[in-house]
């Protein structure tokens, strides 16, 4: 149990495309996801929360309006890169957080999109 | 601001021996939550162990173990028995609370030699 799938796993777009990425939870409600970009060879970090029927809260630093948080389900999260340029290629991963209480702690991950700007 | 550090960015172990991962962290708070994660070659994230600060005992999973040191802000990974599939990046991590976000430390990198 317990799955979180990413789609795309790769996607290559030109640049000043927009590109929408879904995070869906398969198995469990998520009242909470995560958004990640990770560079290679380096840690993740988080780049916004995002909350079901509510606006993402984006961390410093993280443009909001270039990287577009929706979570109307409890079950799907999506990001969208808008006008992407080649600094966006980046390897995104999202995570969902369990809404049971009993397993509230953990969060799963999806296994990441990676995104190439040409 | 809390934060995560590992300050070994690679480190190797041969087939079946025991390796030791090590992680420190800074915070205020008393309650927290701390993670080993494995990211293997194809980058999916999977969580090793966890241990809750409020727990003395510290978490066992199989193989892997953890030496929790409160005090001393200090949380390493031990893997026993290492195996091939052992090799991976692994990265610490911090959770405040239950609806916290995760601090990742900069990971380390595990090679296994047959």
């Known amino acids: 149990g317990a799955v979180v799938s990413q789609h795309p796993s790769w996607v290559i777009c030109k640049s000043g495309t927009s590109v929408k990425i879904e995070c869906r939870s398969l198995d469990f409600q998520a009242t909470t996801m995560f958004w990640y970009r990770q560079f290679p060879k380096q840690s993740l970090m988080l780049m916004a929360t995002?909350?079901?029927?509510?606006?993402?809260?984006?961390e410093q630093g993280v443009e909001k309006d270039k990287f577009l948080i929706n979570h109307a389900s409890l079950t799907l999260s999506t990001l969208t890169v808008t006008s992407a340029h080649p600094e966006d290629s980046s390897f995104y991963i999202c995570?969902?957080?369990?809404?049971?209480?009993?397993?509230?702690?953990?969060?799963?991950f999806g296994a990441g999109t990676r995104l190439s700007v040409l | 601001a809390q934060t995560v550090t590992q300050s070994q960015p690679e480190m190797s172990v041969q087939e079946a021996e025991t390796v030791t991962l090590s992680c420190t962290y800074d915070t205020s708070e008393s309650d927290y939550y701390l993670f080993w994660y494995k990211q293997p070659p194809s980058r999916q994230m999977i969580l090793v162990i966890r241990q809750e600060a409020y727990k003395q005992q510290n978490a066992t999973e199989n193989r892997f173990s953890v030496n929790f040191q409160k005090a001393a802000k200090s949380f390493s990974l031990k893997i026993s028995d290492s195996q091939l599939g052992d090799a991976a990046m692994y990265f610490c991590?911090?959770?405040?609370?239950?609806?916290?976000?995760?601090?990742f430390g900069q990971g380390t990198e595990l090679s296994v030699k047959p």
């Open positions: 995570s969902a957080k369990r809404t049971l209480q009993v397993l509230k702690n953990i969060q799963y």
């Open positions: 991590a911090y959770r405040r609370d239950q609806g916290g976000k995760l601090i």
């Open positions: 995002s909350n079901e029927g509510s606006k993402a809260t984006y």
